[in-house]
């Protein structure tokens, strides 16, 4: 078995500010997303990486930055936060991509922009 | 673009009903369909997945595929107040390594 890690847990910024999420797997998966889960809404994907230094837009990318520094971690960059925004940001991994493979979720950063 | 669109957006039951929760999709094409759990503050988690028509059961949860009507669903035998969670359905298209969710299915279990 494995665990996603996701800090912080909540975090609460101010509009126009950088805000930085990372995610942590040892799982030791190729394939990490990130989701941005609003409530009402489904998941929707922002940004994915394939494997290490790999970096691909989702859907949902503009306003948005990611790194994928080694392997096991991916970080995400909220470039200007927009106020009153509020939703939660999921980190996700997989064996493989283009597959069949279950994608393995993190608990999630819970974003508030006074 | 794949569509996903789920049904009830929640759902109320008593302990120990059947549950049928209901997802609909664009793409007749589909390859992969799956369901995930989220109990409230926590991570989802996957549930089942499904290839082709037809059914699959794992202990109380059952999934029905129709790919020609562009349907499939979760039905859970004798509820309990643990399954009360969001009920996510995903599908990736042909051709696509995307994975689309639904919106989602608020089920509440009453003891």
């Known amino acids: 078995g494995g665990i996603i890690t996701q800090t912080p847990k909540f975090l609460i910024g101010q509009e126009g500010q950088k805000l930085t999420l990372k995610c942590q797997q040892n799982f030791n998966h190729d394939t990490m997303y990130w989701y941005r889960q609003d409530s009402g809404k489904g998941l929707r994907l922002i940004y994915y990486s394939i494997t290490e230094n790999d970096l691909q837009k989702g859907d949902l990318s503009e306003g948005y930055d990611a790194s994928r520094e080694k392997k096991s971690s991916f970080s995400l960059t909220v470039t200007s936060a927009q106020k009153n925004e509020m939703a939660v940001f999921l980190c996700?991994?997989?064996?493989?991509?283009?597959?069949?493979?279950?994608?393995?979720f993190g608990p999630g950063t819970r974003l508030l922009v006074l | 673009q794949q569509k996903v669109q789920q049904s009830p957006e929640s759902l109320i039951v008593p302990e120990g009903a059947m549950t049928s929760l209901n997802c609909t999709f664009s793409?007749?094409?589909?390859?992969?369909f799956a369901w995930y759990r989220q109990h409230s503050g926590k991570a989802p988690k996957a549930l089942m997945s499904?290839?082709?028509?037809g059914e699959k059961e794992e202990g109380r949860f059952t999934i029905h595929l129709n790919k020609a009507s562009l349907h499939f669903s979760l039905h859970i035998r004798d509820s309990q107040p643990s399954d009360s969670a969001l009920y996510l359905c995903a599908v990736r298209a042909s051709g696509s390594w995307q994975l689309i969710f639904g919106s989602g299915t608020q089920l509440t279990v009453m003891p």
């Open positions: 499904i290839f082709s028509n």
């Open positions: 996700a991994s997989s064996r493989d991509w283009g597959n069949q493979d279950t994608q393995y």
């Open positions: 793409d007749s094409a589909s390859q992969y």
